[in-house]
């Protein structure tokens, strides 16, 4: 697009919301995208419609053919990649259909690091056909490396009644990494969003849990994140609760708005979510295993921040939030 173009829709783009870290636009994304500078992104994350026929409060077309469906993504890629830094992350969420697809389109221009498959049943099964139970996240790079990758570690996966771990690590134990277990590319861990008091709308907002564990891995605090398709918010409430500059937009923002007008309900969820990673036993397994008078294997080396004492918790939950993971 020509610079003058660029600056002409920059004038006329004002934000609907404006925080101290983030700006968000009710507006299109192929035009936000278009009025933000080159090679300016550190982390853009993009959840858009699946083509499923779904209805959206912003009124679009989510029932178009293939091939318009695949030229509107790939137009909004584009945009994404021109505005992402050497070194910056694009992750990409969708089902596996669409994402081999445009999998193939952004290999041609950036580098594949992962695709993570996310275990979540997002429907019910199906006659003739496999259980449809991930969806597909992919993870490119511009350029050959990441400039930012610190991937949370996960805790040993335990029981739910006894905190007892699922699996023996025999002769290993004190081998371990005393912030938990490596993040692979299979995530069985992210909940779909169904209670009432973390579901923002419908069926489209994911999970705090999913964006803070891609903003922790591929941006620091003061890091810009952009999201072409804010629905509920999850991203900016990510990126702004742990301290990184954020751009949106999205075609109908009132399900934003709402979520910023008070974001002590996603501060509380956060900060939960923060204290069961890195770390190699959560608090409450190691509560459940002491109720269960089934003491934790000595070879074990835990972090300070897995020992069981609850003093001051909440001070520290909310430093947790400020520091980089
Ligand atoms: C699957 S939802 C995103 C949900 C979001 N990740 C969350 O956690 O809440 C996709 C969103 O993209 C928005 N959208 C669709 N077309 C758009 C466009 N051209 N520009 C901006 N937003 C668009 C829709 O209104 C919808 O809210």
Redesign the pocket.
């Known amino acids: 697009m020509h610079e003058k173009m660029v600056d002409d829709i920059l004038m006329t783009m004002i934000p609907i919301l404006e925080t101290p870290l983030g700006r968000l636009y009710q ?4 035009a936000v995208l278009a009025a933000l500078e080159p090679e300016s992104v550190d982390l853009a994350f993009a ?4 083509n499923l026929g779904k209805q ?3 009124d ?1 077309n989510d029932s178009l053919a293939q091939q318009d469906y695949l030229s509107w993504c790939k137009s909004w890629l584009d945009g994404m990649i021109r505005v992402l830094k050497p070194g910056g992350s694009l992750f990409l ?1 969708n089902l596996p259909k669409w994402n081999l697809l445009l999998g193939a389109f952004l290999a041609e221009r950036l580098t594949l690091r992962h695709w993570i498959a996310v275990d979540i049943k997002y429907s019910l099964p199906i006659s003739g056909r496999l259980y449809p139970s991930h969806y597909s996240l992919l993870y490119f790079v511009k350029g050959s490396r990441p400039l930012i990758f610190h991937p949370d570690r996960l805790p040993v996966p335990c029981c739910r009644r006894c905190g007892g771990e699922l699996r023996d690590y025999g002769g290993y134990k004190n081998k371990m990494n005393p912030k938990g277990v490596n993040l692979s590319d299979v995530w069985t861990d992210i909940p779909p969003v169904r209670h009432a008091k973390y579901k ?1 709308r419908d069926a ?3 999970s705090l849990k999913l ?1 803070d564990r891609i903003v922790s891995m591929a941006s620091d605090p003061e890091s810009l994140v952009l ?9 900016f409430v990510a990126a702004e609760l742990t301290g990184r500059r954020w751009v949106g ?4 923002c009132s399900a934003i708005l709402q979520r910023f007008d008070s974001l002590d309900a996603d501060r509380l969820h956060l900060s939960q979510i923060r204290t069961r990673k890195n770390v190699l036993f959560t608090e409450q397994d190691l509560q459940r295993r002491k109720k269960a008078g089934n003491p934790l294997s000595s070879h074990y080396r835990l972090s300070n921040d897995s020992e069981i004492c609850t003093c001051n918790k909440e001070a520290d939950n909310q430093n947790d939030l400020f520091t980089s993971s």
């Open positions: 507006q299109d994304c192929l959840d858009p419609p699946f959206y409060s912003s679009i969420w923002k489209n907002a994911l964006l999201d072409p398709f804010g629905g509920s918010g999850t991203t937009c999205e075609l109908d």
